[in-house]
């Protein structure tokens, strides 16, 4: 149980288009989704944080309407980066915590496989 | 302001021998503390979590960790290597307690040689 997916796993795209990043919770509902990225051989950095139904919360520094966060569901959450760029390229990676089960996951947060992103 | 410091960048072991991963945090509050798995091209995996309970915390995998509150430290070990633990590890503080936002240490990158 408590399993996060997110697709595509990688992704390649050219300078100035815009890359959706999708991050499902599989078999929990996530109350609060988390945002990060993670550059080469770098920690994770928290980028943003959503809570189903209303507007990120965003990191000092992170550009809003540059990532663009939707989290419409309580399993989906999605980060749209738009006009990318090749400073873009990274390691982004979701994490989605369960709010809801009241189970011995509960609170905990789960995190996804990661997508690559390379903007050429 | 919490942060999190973890003492070595690398850490190189061989089979079969003990293992210890060093984190130092620092915290206004009675924080809590997490120790995360990160395999190649693989998700993050949670080893152990203290969360005000016990100090000597038993996660996944053989891995414990020990909560010192006069010396801030949570550092991670294990009494036998396997070449399977050959991964990045993060240790981790909560903002606030629980399990909101999440800063993460630089990271260790363990290597296991035969």
């Known amino acids: 149980g408590a399993v996060v997916s997110q697709h595509p796993s990688w992704v390649i795209c050219k300078s100035g288009t815009s890359v959706k990043i999708e991050c499902r919770s599989l078999d929990f509902q996530a109350t609060t989704m988390f945002w990060y990225r993670q550059f080469p051989k770098q920690s994770l950095m928290l980028m943003a944080t959503s809570n189903e139904g209303s507007k990120a919360t965003y990191e000092q520094g992170v550009e809003k309407d540059k990532f663009l966060i939707n989290h419409a569901s309580l399993t989906l959450s999605t980060l749209t980066v738009t006009s990318a760029h090749p400073e873009d390229s990274s390691f982004y990676i979701c994490s989605a915590r369960d709010g809801t089960s009241g189970g011995h996951t509960y609170n905990e947060q789960f995190f996804g496989p990661g997508t690559r992103l390379t903007v050429l | 302001a919490q942060s999190v410091t973890q003492l070595d960048s690398h850490v190189s072991v061989s089979e079969g021998t003990p293992v210890l991963l060093r984190c130092n945090y620092s915290?206004?509050?009675?924080?809590?503390l997490f120790w995360y798995v990160q395999h190649p091209n693989k998700g993050l995996q949670l080893l152990l979590k203290y969360t005000s309970a016990a100090t000597l915390v038993k996660g996944i995998n053989g891995f414990e960790a020990e909560f010192k509150k006069s010396e801030t430290s949570f550092h991670l070990t294990k009494p036998s290597a396997h070449m399977s633990d050959a991964a990045e590890y993060f240790c981790?503080?909560?903002?606030?307690?629980?399990?909101?936002?999440?800063?993460f240490g630089a990271g260790t990158r363990l290597a296991v040689h035969p």
């Open positions: 981790v503080v909560s903002l606030s307690g629980g399990y909101n936002k999440l800063i």
């Open positions: 915290s206004s509050y009675s924080p809590s």
